[in-house]
């Protein structure tokens, strides 16, 4: 049994192609480009009377001139022509146009993403920075409950504020500025309490004011928290050889 006629498929692919022709009036190209593929795709599918179905080969044949006259479209894809009356073959040069430009706009779309990507990144960045600082004034200050609220963890800020006050123990120590370096140690400490580095440092500031059992007690701990530190080892050894 044959399939039946039904004119009103054929009337509705008749309005999307209307519909194709305003879009690319307005120079909307894809979109155009998108409906103008479902037209095509429904005239190859359905059953028509001669009549409707040359009506609407006409209507591709005027739609398809006026799309590759199209200055939008042109600025796009360049000249194109397409064969009229030969709807399987422009029907896959349509779907190849509409796949360059999805490829673009995917493209368009992760170049996006990354600069999102960015610049959520830089402002991630700033902010850990300007906790940072705060952090350290508020530890300054001796607000050490309020540092570590802020601190909240946040293991950027963490190694920030360790670094910050590893760095200027050492440089403390070696200016003979013992005070001053056992005080920034033991600032990284309350950051980070579990740096066995930390602690050899604290027991090198021992060492270098000939207070054995301190820098011995301030090893072991570096040790409890790392039993296979090497460097925490021999400075053990180096403490009993002298105590």
């Known amino acids: 049994m044959s399939e039946p006629i039904r004119r009103e498929e054929a009337a509705q692919v008749s309005k999307k192609l209307d519909d194709c022709k305003r879009l690319i009036s307005r120079g909307t190209v894809f979109p155009c480009l998108m409906a103008f593929r479902e037209a095509m795709e429904k005239t190859l599918a359905i059953k028509m009377l001669p009549a409707d179905e040359k009506k609407l080969h006409e209507k591709i044949n005027i739609l398809q001139k006026e799309l590759a006259d199209s200055s939008a479209f ?3 894809y360049g000249p194109v022509t397409f064969r009229d009356d030969d709807l ?3 029907l896959d040069f349509l779907k190849q146009l509409i ?3 999805e490829e673009e706009l995917q493209a368009e779309m992760a170049e996006r993403q990354d600069s999102e990507s960015e610049r959520q990144n830089d402002e991630t960045a700033e902010e850990t920075s300007r906790k940072s600082e705060e952090a350290l004034s508020l530890i300054e200050r001796g607000e050490i409950e309020k540092a570590k609220e802020l601190i909240a963890g946040n293991e950027d800020i963490i190694a920030f504020l ?3 006050y590893n760095a200027a123990g050492i440089e403390h120590r070696k200016a003979g500025r013992y005070e001053e370096a056992l005080s920034a140690f033991r600032n990284a400490l309350l950051v980070d309490p579990g740096d066995e580095g930390l602690f050899y440092n604290i027991a090198r500031v ?3 004011r000939k207070e054995w059992d301190k820098a011995r007690e301030a090893i072991l701990k570096a040790l409890a928290l790392n039993p296979d530190f090497q ?3 021999a400075l053990l050894k180096h403490i009993e050889q002298n105590r």
Do not use: W
């Open 74 to 76: 042109r600025k796009i």
């Open 88 to 90: 399987n073959t422009s």
């Open 99 to 101: 796949r360059i430009k």
């Open 162 to 164: 360790v670094a910050h």
């Open 206 to 208: 021992h060492i270098e």
């Open 231 to 233: 460097h925490g080892l």
